[in-house]
């Protein structure tokens, strides 16, 4: 017959006498708790090594205490997670770290939405955030102190293959001190007479060309070539503008 101490979970090997000799209660070996071993009874695994318990008296004689103890002889110290140990309950650690995972995630993501302004201002981070906003419906505030970037170079002619287009080419610079998002790049035609013919605005990723990146900011005094194609309504183009607009969020 076993019992396992409540407190340390060791288990003992222990008698029907020993039950007796005091209602049931005992004193662990191990952690010197007391407790009742008739309410920790269990039936252990076959083949399981053995420890016993036995009446340890104090220094008079007269005062009695049932003790569990480990033979030493047997079982030294008891540091395993054998068959005696009190099985682990819980939840397994891949599914601790998975949960710790999501709460640290849903922490971030709550940070990011709740002080999307203020890291928005950061120019490599408000793509990402404009992402966010578009999947949750909000709204960016505008950049603090953005700078549109200059205009420094345009050329355009037909476009080598096709009838019809024209290719343009622009070269834009952050004339700031600090990283800028790419301006959108607005395109005017006009015929011989300045009448407007057409008219439209392209974003970053329609003139970016690799290995640029339209989702990188522009870095102080680096040069950005701009490459578009854009069609020549029935050949009367004859003049064209561009100008450059700070993105929205």
């Known amino acids: 017959m076993y019992t396992r101490c409540p407190e340390c979970q060791t288990a003992f090997r222990i008698t029907i006498t020993q ?42 004689g007269a005062h009695e205490q049932e003790t569990l103890r480990l033979r030493d002889k047997e079982i030294p110290v008891i540091t395993d997670t054998s068959i ?17 995972l999501a709460l640290a995630a849903l922490l971030v993501g709550q940070f990011a939405y709740f002080y999307r302004d203020e890291l928005a201002q950061v120019p490599a981070l408000r793509p990402h955030l404009a992402r966010l906003c578009a999947h949750l419906g909000c ?14 170079e345009t050329r355009i002619a037909p476009h080598p ?39 439209r605005t392209f974003a970053p990723r329609d003139y970016v060309q690799p290995p640029a990146r339209a989702d990188a900011p522009m870095s102080p005094n680096i040069v950005v070539e701009a490459l578009l194609d854009v069609t020549n309504p029935d050949q009367k183009a004859a003049g064209f503008e561009i100008q450059l607009f700070a993105a929205a969020g």
């Open 19 to 60: 039950l007796k000799a005091r209602d049931g209660l005992v004193r662990c070996g191990r952690c010197d708790s007391v407790f009742r071993a008739d309410l920790h009874l269990f039936a252990p695994p076959a083949g399981a090594p053995p420890v016993e318990a036995h009446r340890e008296h104090g220094a008079d």
């Open 84 to 100: 005696f140990q009190a099985p682990r309950r819980g939840l397994p650690a891949p599914v601790w770290a998975l949960g710790v």
């Open 139 to 152: 709204e960016l505030a505008p950049l603090v102190g953005a700078a549109v970037p200059e205009l420094i």
């Open 161 to 199: 293959r096709y009838g019809n287009v024209l290719r343009l080419r622009a070269r834009l610079v952050n004339r700031s001190e600090r990283d800028q998002p790419l301006p959108l790049l607005q395109v005017s035609l006009t015929d011989s007479e300045g009448r407007l013919l057409a008219r």
